[in-house]
């Protein structure tokens, strides 16, 4: 028995029909890894729950929360996600400009996302919310931080996709790392609804 | 076919690893090929490696805690270093020593018994390891930088603010439970996958050997309950370093949250520690006892009701906090109902024993031990679910007895079992069974004689965590009893470390099956070649291996199919070594120091570094090579249409 060793090429194809369940490890981990994160979210916002109402000072959610705005920003988050679709549609299809163009029109509406955020966190300071200054500042800003995290690792995920399809080119064939990004950044716009129902409109009932 | 055969002009990497910014080691020598390995081999034996180092550390604590209480008013330790060294004993023996043994393990044999190449993501396993070896260490550094942390293993809010607690050790204990949390986290992860989706042809999930199965269920109970403590590791974090509010009650905050959270982490741990040792008895008691396990799938649903109900019995740590009568009654039901599927297994392995021909190695002795331990904790356990006699135990040395019932006597003693077990697969070379029977001899018994008078300390009123205890109330004898264990117990611990170490030069050769095994590990050399198996494993049965040696045992006068393929044209795929995921980890240690210090420019930097690892690592690709393997004539095309069946 000897044993020789070769180089050979990619081997994507061939090993996923090795795998016991014919689906790619990359997006099973990404399902495995969203279970988690669903636990990191409850956590956060079950200690928002808790907390809610508790606070000895102002100010409040009545107070601070501006829900036009914010709805705003919310339509802009869940309109990229239709954007990802699209992205997954057009690289499927091969159509690699229009696969270039969605992406970055997810990042773009991601970091718009975001830029509302910032601009929140900087009108509730002014209005005097801030994270020390009660229950409602302390768990408000960690939980949407913590989202805002999440939306900031998506964007710059997939402006890393919209380089990288420049440098190797991007062919149908890659698809599956499209959509495992797709995975994550629909998980985090969920995410999201369940944050905006939870923390703005159900103060408001 | 040696290990040392792949020399570095052997090596060609494809991928993006030719142009890569750091060079990937090649060939499996030096200092280098350690802290880029991705072999899910060296890496389990590295963990076992820092397991069995950090229980050093940890049973040096219990020692000096055992001296302070030799005798009442005792000042060999000041109440301050008592509670360090509790602290850290606790923390050190749950996060440090005994689950990271069960994932070493897992890390080891998982892809051994499904017929796999490795884990699913090489890099992300190295990464796991260098992270708790990282959050292990930055906790330890804490003994010389002002202090360890000194609030007890579940450190309770509020006794963790920065009111209460100035000093660093706290935030040690969070930061660094934090970082290796993230270990353990994306290592359950990657366990998942590989258990979900690398298993060999045939081997339906009713097939997989139950050490894997109940890590496949441990892994799920890991990815649901880190989260938890990981946020509330966050929340206290952000208290003492940016002033937020979460444990503060003068601004309204409830401090029992912080109890609601650690044990929602903190019961599923148990069973993230004992599950593992269920599945090695599973695996140990068969083999010793000569008869396939009693009752395969009554084992296997009981293991994954155990993890369902792992989450639902929380607060029966918490029966004296006065959550009402109904939450009491409540969660008592639930922890007498988990106790029904852990009585199941105990009968499942009796049953296995029962009319086997049982070979008494040291292994199977220990597991033996296991049973008998572990089933006494169980009653105790039982005893403590019962909210009215919990409230008079709680918090007292019956408590302490309790635990160290189930989780040493448990845990600990099948993980040994398990050293025994295995450890003439990873080395090649047997363990002396001689020392092995007379270290048992001394540690079991040892064992018993510290924790059974514990008992008894307890419900005579000693509560635990107390720096010492006055004369003349009786706690003397027990104690002193007690402290004389740790001696028994100590000189077994140190023989075993003994004999395991002599082993490792002058055991003799193990061969590739000593103990007639029945699960595929043992159907490869021992140890395996770097690249596992020549062929790929088949499986056409439960005991996959048991079943090639011995068909007739199973299928009659049956001819067995064929238990291995040629693996494809393309040869098998050697992930290339990796300096990424060693980089990343160790990242976070000055990340760490930063976050403990309050210096924004350390940890920004090291945030930064932590990123451009990432990068790198997802630049450079898998990597690797192929390599064939000539069996000088096999019939390769025999089995090429059952792989696609």
């Known amino acids: 028995m000897s044993e020789t060793i070769a180089p050979t090429a990619t081997h994507g194809a061939a090993v996923l029909s090795a795998r016991s369940t014919k689906l790619p490890d990359v997006k099973l981990m990404m399902w495995v890894f969203l279970a988690s994160d669903c636990m990191f979210f409850g956590t956060l916002i079950g200690t928002y729950l808790v907390y809610n109402g508790r606070s000895l000072v102002g100010p409040g959610p009545l107070d601070v929360l501006d829900i036009p705005l914010t709805t705003v920003s919310t339509f802009v988050l869940l309109m990229s996600s239709f954007l990802m679709v699209l992205a997954l549609h057009s690289l499927r299809q091969n159509d690699i400009s229009k696969f270039r163009l969605w992406t970055f029109g997810v990042a773009f509406f991601g970091a718009i996302f975001l830029g509302f955020q910032i601009y929140e966190f900087r009108h509730f300071v002014e209005l005097g919310m801030t994270l020390q200054g009660n229950l409602f500042g302390t768990t408000f800003y960690v939980l949407t931080g913590t989202h805002g995290v999440h939306v900031t690792i998506g964007v710059l995920w997939l402006l890393s996709i919209l380089v990288h399809s420049y440098i190797h080119p991007w062919t149908s064939k890659d698809e599956v790392y499209l959509e495992v990004a797709g995975l994550y950044w629909h998980f985090v716009d969920i995410v999201w609804i369940v944050i905006f129902t939870v923390v703005y409109l159900v103060e408001f009932v | ?645």
């Open chain 2, 1 to 645: 076919m040696a290990i040392g055969k792949v020399g570095g002009a052997d090596y060609e990497p494809h991928g993006a690893g030719g142009d890569a910014l750091l060079q990937r080691p090649a060939g499996y020598a030096g200092i280098a090929s350690w802290l880029t390995t991705v072999d899910h081999k060296r890496l389990g034996i590295l963990y076992i490696l820092t397991s069995f180092m950090f229980m050093g550390f940890a049973s040096i604590e219990a020692f000096l805690i055992r001296l302070q209480l030799l005798s009442p008013n005792n000042t060999l330790l000041s109440p301050d270093v008592y509670n360090q060294m509790f602290t850290m004993h606790g923390v050190t023996m749950v996060f440090l020593a005994i689950m990271p043994l069960g994932i070493g393990f897992a890390n080891y044999m998982v892809p051994l018994q499904i017929g796999a190449r490795d884990l699913a993501f090489p890099r992300l396993n190295a990464f796991g390891y260098w992270a708790y070896l990282a959050g292990g260490l930055f906790l330890y550094t804490s003994f010389f930088l002002g202090g360890a942390p000194d609030v007890g293993w579940f450190a309770y809010a509020p006794l963790t603010s920065l009111s209460n607690n100035p000093g660093l050790g706290t935030d040690f204990y969070m930061i660094g439970l934090f970082v290796g949390g993230i270990g353990t986290l994306v290592t359950a992860m990657n366990l998942i996958v590989t258990i979900v989706n690398m298993r060999a042809p045939g081997m339906t999930m009713m097939r997989v050997p139950v050490f894997t199965w109940l890590m496949l269920v441990t892994s799920f109970l890991i990815i649901f309950a880190f989260p938890p403590l990981t946020i509330a590791l966050f929340q206290v974090i952000m208290d003492r370093s940016f002033g937020t509010l979460f444990y503060v009650p003068e601004a309204g905050a409830m401090p029992i949250l912080w109890q609601h959270l650690f044990w929602i982490f903190g019961h599923p741990e148990v069973y993230i520690i004992i599950l593992p040792a269920f599945g090695v008895i599973s695996e140990i008691i068969p083999t010793f006892s000569r008869k396939p396990l009693f009752g395969y799938p009554v084992i296997i649903l009981s293991g994954i009701f155990i993890g369902f109900m792992g989450f639902a019995v929380w607060t029966h740590h918490m029966f004296t906090t006065g959550l009402g009568p109904v939450v009491n009654t409540a969660f008592a039901l639930t922890s007498f109902v988990i106790g029904i599927p852990t009585g199941v297994k105990v009968f499942n392995w009796l049953g296995t024993m029962w009319g086997g021909k049982i070979v008494f190695t040291t292994s199977m002795l220990y597991a033996v031990a296991f049973l008998v331990t572990f089933t006494l904790g169980g009653v105790t356990g039982i005893m403590l679910a019962v909210p009215p006699f919990d409230a008079q135990a709680q918090d007292s040395y019956f408590v302490v007895a309790h635990f160290h019932f189930v989780m040493g006597g448990g845990a600990l003693l099948s993980f040994f079992a398990a050293l025994f077990y295995w450890f003439p697969k990873m080395t090649g070379r047997m363990i002396s069974e001689r020392l092995g029977k007379i270290s048992f001899w001394l540690l079991v018994p040892g064992f018993y004689v510290i924790f059974f008078p514990q008992h008894f300390l307890g419900l005579m009123g000693m509560p635990r965590r107390t720096q010492t205890y006055v004369e003349g109330i009786g706690l003397e004898i027990w104690n002193q009893v007690s402290t004389f264990g740790t001696f028994i117990m100590g000189a077994g611990m140190l023989l075993l470390a003994f004999a395991v170490l002599s082993a490792f030069r002058n055991g003799r050769p193990a061969g590739n099956d000593p103990w007639d095994g029945r699960t595929l590990e043992w159907s490869t050399t021992s140890p395996p070649p770097y690249y596992d198996f020549d062929r790929q494993p088949v499986v056409n049965d439960r005991d996959a291996h048991w079943v090639q040696k011995y068909p007739e045992s199973v299928h009659g006068e049956r001819v067995p199919e064929s238990a291995s393929l040629p693996y494809d044209a393309g040869g098998i795929h050697i992930p290339g070594a990796s300096w990424y995921p060693f980089l990343a980890a160790v990242a976070m240690l000055p990340m760490s120091y930063g976050l403990l210090y309050n210096n924004w420019w350390v940890l920004g930097i090291s945030l930064l570094g932590i990123v451009l690892a990432t990068y790198g690592w997802a630049l450079e690709g898998v990597g690797g090579k192929h390599i064939h393997i000539d069996h000088g004539g096999a019939d390769h095309g025999r089995h090429r249409e059952e792989t696609d069946a």
